[in-house]
């Protein structure tokens, strides 16, 4: 099997197996994209596989962390179960690697494959179903902040809002370009912007898509910074209550849906869980942002044989209001690869990795480990009453 970057020659290829992959019809005119690269494997001299990395970065702790996102993962029918996935994304793990791509997102259709790979589920992208009811019953806004349409002169102070808000909330991407472009925003069927003093208080974008008798509104961005701006957006959407009775709203914000919008107890949430890989773990952890906490030290045993590079004794440092990793220690706390991702962002502390059987030590070294990232996991209760 020979893996090698793809070119705009593979386009044929590509296309024929993404079309049967995925039913997909879309012929994109050109393979490379600013922003993305791409991997095909071939076997006995034709192309069997294909895998796509996008040039992202996810805020952790405020700080953006340089990530591959990776999609169009496609091997040809007759050439599966012979590794060639598996192959391509050894191959994609050593090629973000050497583009400083420090982590690796994806959404899955097939997790065993990429948990095989030391990707693990480690948040979601969520939209939320909204009654009209319960948007009118939203608490009007004191205060009366005029919106209008968004120009492209606004795009900047557009994308610098979003950034003000993403910023705070780990795992949110930054959007940057080439992989971005923001003036495709101003192609959606409603922007509507709130000016403030200091650029935008917040802004909303969302397309009409079929769906029903009325079709559906979806709203792809409702993000502003302050609660009145929210209250704004949100109260924006009630106008709606004529021609629709819900609206689908992508959940950028967790706190507008949370503490603002006042959900029913049954709604409808639609999920994609994504995949973390921490790739290059002491390059993660200079990148991304962290608490100011009291010098410690973990020493972690690394368990990765497809990323050897960070593999074995690594010592976790705290030390100045820094923290670094650097080879050596006891290796007191052993951690799968699997482990990294969902520690990284969060989305798992190190008791529920314990139990996955993710992590083991003792628990008075780990909990430094769920101190750092913040890794409470989101309260639960499993009764109902
Ligand atoms: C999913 C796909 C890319 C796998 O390609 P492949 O070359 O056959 O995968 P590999 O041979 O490297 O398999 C690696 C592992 O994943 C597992 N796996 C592969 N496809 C699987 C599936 N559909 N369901 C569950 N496990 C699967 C294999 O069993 C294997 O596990 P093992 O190492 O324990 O034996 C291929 O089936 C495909 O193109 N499917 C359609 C498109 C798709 O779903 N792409 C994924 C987008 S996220």
């Keep these: 099997m020979h893996i090698r970057e793809y070119t705009e020659d593979d386009l044929e290829a590509v296309f024929r197996l993404r079309r049967v992959a995925f039913n997909s019809t879309d012929r994109p005119e050109r393979l490379m994209r600013p922003g993305t690269r791409g991997l095909v494997a071939e076997l006995d001299g034709r192309i069997a596989g294909v895998l796509g990395i996008g040039e992202y970065a996810q805020f952790y702790g405020g700080a953006a962390v340089p990530m591959g996102g990776i999609g169009g993962v496609a091997v040809d029918g007759a050439s599966r179960g012979r590794g060639v996935a598996s192959a391509l994304l050894d191959a994609a793990l050593a090629a973000m690697r050497e583009h400083g791509q420090a982590i690796s997102v994806l959404y899955a259709t097939v997790p065993a494959l990429y948990r095989g790979r030391g990707w693990e589920r480690s948040g979601v992208l969520e939209w939320v179903e909204l009654p009209m009811d319960r948007l009118l019953s939203v608490p009007k806004?004191?205060?009366r902040i005029p919106?209008?349409?968004?120009?492209?002169?606004?795009?900047?102070?557009?994308h610098d809002c979003y950034l003000e808000v993403a910023r705070t909330i780990d795992g949110m991407a930054d959007r940057?370009?080439?992989?971005?472009?923001?003036?495709?925003?101003?192609?959606?069927?409603?922007?509507?912007v709130l000016p403030g003093p200091n650029g935008l208080r917040g802004y909303l974008t969302a397309t009409r898509e079929p769906g029903g008798d009325m079709g559906r509104l979806k709203v792809h961005d409702l993000v502003a910074v302050d609660a009145e701006a929210q209250l704004t957006l949100l109260?924006?959407?009630?106008?709606?209550a004529g021609t629709l009775e819900a609206v689908d709203l992508r959940i950028t914000d967790p706190a507008t849906v949370d503490l603002l919008a006042g959900t029913p107890l049954r709604h409808s949430v639609w999920t994609a869980t994504w995949m973390l890989r921490v790739v290059d773990l002491p390059a993660a952890v200079a990148a991304r942002g962290w608490p100011r906490l009291a010098n410690a030290a973990v020493d972690l045993e690394v368990v990765d044989e497809h990323a050897p590079w960070h593999a074995g004794p690594r010592r976790l440092v705290v030390e100045d209001g820094s923290v670094r990793v650097?080879?050596?220690?006891?290796?007191?706390?052993?951690?799968?690869?699997?482990?990294l991702g969902p520690w990284f962002s969060g989305a798992q502390n190190t008791h529920a990795l314990r139990r996955a059987g993710l992590l083991e030590g003792d628990p008075a070294d780990a909990v430094v480990l769920?101190?750092?990232?913040?890794?409470?996991?989101?309260?639960r209760l499993a009764d109902f009453f």
């Design 141 to 143: 806004p004191t205060e």
């Design 326 to 339: 650097e080879p050596g220690g006891t290796g007191a706390v052993r951690l799968h690869a699997r482990a």
């Design 370 to 379: 769920d101190q750092l990232v913040g890794a409470a996991g989101v309260p």
């Design 176 to 192: 940057r370009p080439p992989r971005i472009t923001v003036e495709k925003v101003l192609e959606m069927d409603l922007v509507s």
């Design 147 to 158: 919106s209008r349409p968004a120009r492209e002169s606004d795009l900047s102070a557009l």
């Design 235 to 240: 109260a924006s959407l009630a106008s709606w």
